[in-house]
């Protein structure tokens, strides 16, 4: 069976950072692409860093490039988000997501919908 638990999140203020982390479970990594998403209050999920399969590739919403970055383990199949000088804008529900297919970074930060596995989602608020 495969599972996605992830930690981290919580409130942090304006400029601060926080690391997520989701640990996988129930399959190979090489054979998964995996990303985070987000949703905000009154909006629509939209991939913010993928990792295409086995982790060859990794992309990055523009919004949030040269401020999150991607560190994953192939051995764990763990990926974590570290999340820098983060802006209220950031305040969202943070969710890993897997799919076992030969796919891009690109294609999974673009195509929340097709992804087989979640994990729960973590809160994310920033402000003061």
């Known amino acids: 069976e495969v599972q996605l638990v992830q930690s981290g999140g919580g409130l942090v203020q304006p400029g601060g950072s926080l690391r997520l982390s989701c640990v996988g479970s129930g399959f190979n990594f090489d054979d998964y692409a995996m990303g985070w998403f987000r949703q905000a209050p009154g909006k629509a999920r939209e991939g913010i860093a993928c990792?295409?399969?086995?982790?060859?590739?990794?992309d990055y919403r523009d919004s949030v490039k040269g401020r999150f970055t991607l560190d994953y383990d192939r051995y764990t199949s763990t990926v974590d988000l570290q999340m820098d000088n983060l802006e209220p804008a950031a305040t969202a529900t943070y969710s890993c997501a897997a799919i076992k297919a030969i796919v891009s970074s690109w294609f999974i930060c673009r195509t929340a919908s097709a992804m087989h596995f979640w994990g729960a989602g973590s809160p994310v608020t920033v402000g003061s």
């Open positions: 990792l295409g399969t086995g982790g060859t590739t990794a």
